[in-house]
């Protein structure tokens, strides 16, 4: 999972989308909806609880990566 995080950070442009997912189930569990193109992961804290991902081709949307490690981020007390 480190291998994945440490790619997410230094490229977020080129991060396919399964690699995505297996982080943000790892860290935030299964996906509340997941029927179309979009998943959306809830997360603990108040205000706006979920991180949203989605499939563009097999890649990651690089926003959504960078989103996804803010979050984790966040998560593990480092913001």
């Not at 982080?23 to 179309?36: D, K, Q």
């Not at 998943?39 to 205000?47: C, N, Q, Y």
Request: charged fraction near 30%; aromatic fraction near 8%; hydrophobic fraction near 30%.
């Amino acid at each position: 999972m480190r291998k994945i995080l440490d790619q997410m950070r230094h490229e977020p442009a080129n991060v396919r989308f399964s690699d995505l997912r297996k982080v943000c189930e790892s860290f935030f569990g299964e996906p509340r909806h997941h029927g179309s193109s979009h998943m959306i992961f809830k997360t603990p804290w108040p205000g706006d609880p979920r991180v949203n991902i989605q499939d563009a081709n097999g890649k990651a949307k690089p926003y959504q990566v960078r989103q996804v490690l803010r979050a984790i981020d966040k998560l593990e007390g480092k913001q």
